[in-house]
């Protein structure tokens, strides 16, 4: 009799598979706990973004809050740059007779040095004379006084996965449909001698992902005499009657399409647009092109689209979150208080030389009292409604940058007084400007 030693073909096969299935059940959680945290790392690198260039909100001393961050301090966003430095205003370029995408960096978030070439005074770097210093003149502080980010490695911002942030100048939307946006009013007279209304739509717009230029309100459809177009503070684009000023023709002027499928959000297609009585618009209507920093991380597999940790990530900075409006009085119905209101803040703009200015100059002269209460208010951020009176010098559409800043009463030579003031990212009334109580 003899003993049979080993194991035979089958249990070496069995005991393989058990193993395998052992090793798939502790790999997948361990794979998952990963992705996880590259996930909670791309949120966090979004954030970090976020306060470099908005800075930490909640930080106050002796009552009052500390701004921080690039917009307070440069007055603006940071340009988007390629790897030699320059602006780039499209993200869409050719490689071998193919649209490409740009992946462009906000250099200056980390370095005055934005073409790297070790020299901060060349034009499109921020020079030392831009750096953070005490303005006697205008009585503000202002200037760069970075890094607001660590220096990445090989000067890319990536993700938790190790993928590029896309960075856009412009909010970006994907069409998954054919989308109809463009709408013309038109009347003419029945048979019946009465006006009749008809609205027409223009060419729909092919799906696709676009980038948005130029800020942008999608028309509010049939039923809606008065169309906004553009209705946005702080880049002096006026409201427009869609009766007289059909928004016709305009989407290829406002928008981008971009070579691949970014992602989120996604507008859904306009039904029933010939009927009034059916029709359903869109909620969400309104887009930002200028002003407005867009970052997109393409998930784990570094691709457009997917689910779950393969989806895109975006997060968006608009301008209401660091601009603000600033209104004040400086008159009545029976006498102004100056003659002229300026106001001054930081503006960093690549290649020109200087920081602070004062600007926006408001003529108290033509400015209207108010029926109710006879009080002459200038306002800087909300653009004129219909039918006010406009003039050169009144007309100023612009939203002041958050961060400490300083408006000017000015008069006769050697009576401009000077005030200095908290820009918040809302609504700020800082008083009476009294120059002279004749």
């Known amino acids: 009799m003899t003993?049979?030693?080993?194991?035979?073909l089958i249990e070496v096969l069995v005991a393989l598979a058990m193993v395998g299935v052992l090793a798939a059940v502790v790999t997948l959680p361990l794979k998952q706990t990963d992705e996880?945290?590259?996930y909670d790392r791309t949120l966090a690198a979004m954030e970090e973004i976020r306060h470099a260039v908005l800075g930490r909100h909640g930080?106050?001393?002796n009552g009052q809050r500390q701004f921080t961050?690039?917009?307070a301090d440069m007055g603006g966003l940071p340009a988007l740059v390629d790897e030699d430095g320059t602006e780039v205003g499209d993200l869409v370029g050719e490689q071998d007779d193919k649209p490409v995408l740009f992946f462009l960096e906000p250099r200056a978030l980390w370095t005055r040095d934005i073409n790297g070439d070790g020299d901060t005074d060349d034009?499109?770097?921020i020079p030392d004379d831009?750096?953070?210093?005490?303005?006697?003149?205008?009585?503000i502080w202002a200037g760069w006084r970075g890094p607001y980010l660590d220096p990445p490695a090989d000067g890319v911002l990536k993700d938790g996965w190790g993928n590029p942030f896309l960075f856009s100048d412009g909010e970006i939307i994907t069409l998954k449909d054919e989308t109809v946006v463009e709408y013309t009013f038109t009347s003419y007279i029945n048979i019946f001698g009465r006006t009749v209304y008809k609205w027409t739509s223009s060419p729909p717009v092919a799906p696709g992902t676009y980038r948005c230029k130029t800020n942008w309100a999608f028309p509010l459809g049939p039923g809606s005499t008065n169309l906004k177009k553009n209705p946005l503070p702080g880049f002096a684009t006026p409201y427009h009657d869609i009766a007289s000023s059909p928004y016709d023709g305009a989407w290829d002027d406002c928008w981008e399409e971009l070579p691949e499928a970014v992602g989120p959000p996604v507008i859904e297609p306009r039904e029933n647009n010939e009927d009034?009585?059916?029709?359903?618009?869109?909620a969400t209507n309104l887009f930002y092109g200028q002003g407005t920093l867009f970052v997109v991380s393409y998930g784990a597999d570094g691709k457009p689209g997917g689910s779950g940790y393969n989806r895109d990530i975006s997060m968006t900075i608009y301008p209401f979150e660091y601009t603000g409006e600033v209104a004040g009085m400086v008159g009545n119905s029976s006498r102004n208080f100056a003659d002229y209101v300026s106001v001054c803040y930081p503006r960093f703009e690549q290649g020109k030389a200087g920081l602070v200015d004062w600007r926006h100059r408001i003529r108290v002269s033509g400015l209207e009292a108010g029926a109710d209460d006879g009080c002459k208010n200038f306002r800087y951020g909300t653009a004129p409604h219909p039918g006010d009176t406009i003039t050169q010098e009144n007309d100023w559409n612009t939203?002041?940058?958050v961060g400490i800043r300083s408006i000017m009463a000015e008069g006769t030579a050697g009576k401009d007084r000077i005030y200095v003031f908290t820009v918040e990212p809302t609504g700020n009334f800082i008083g009476t400007l009294r120059l002279r109580s004749d």
Not at 3 to 8: L, N
Not at 276 to 282: E, H, L
Request: proline share 8%.
């Open 3 to 8: 003993d049979d030693c080993g194991f035979s």
């Open 36 to 38: 996880r945290q590259d």
């Open 59 to 61: 930080l106050y001393c």
């Open 69 to 71: 961050g690039y917009v």
């Open 123 to 125: 034009p499109g770097d």
């Open 130 to 139: 831009l750096c953070w210093k005490y303005y006697e003149e205008q009585r």
């Open 276 to 282: 009034p009585d059916t029709y359903r618009s869109i």
């Open 399 to 401: 939203n002041i940058p």
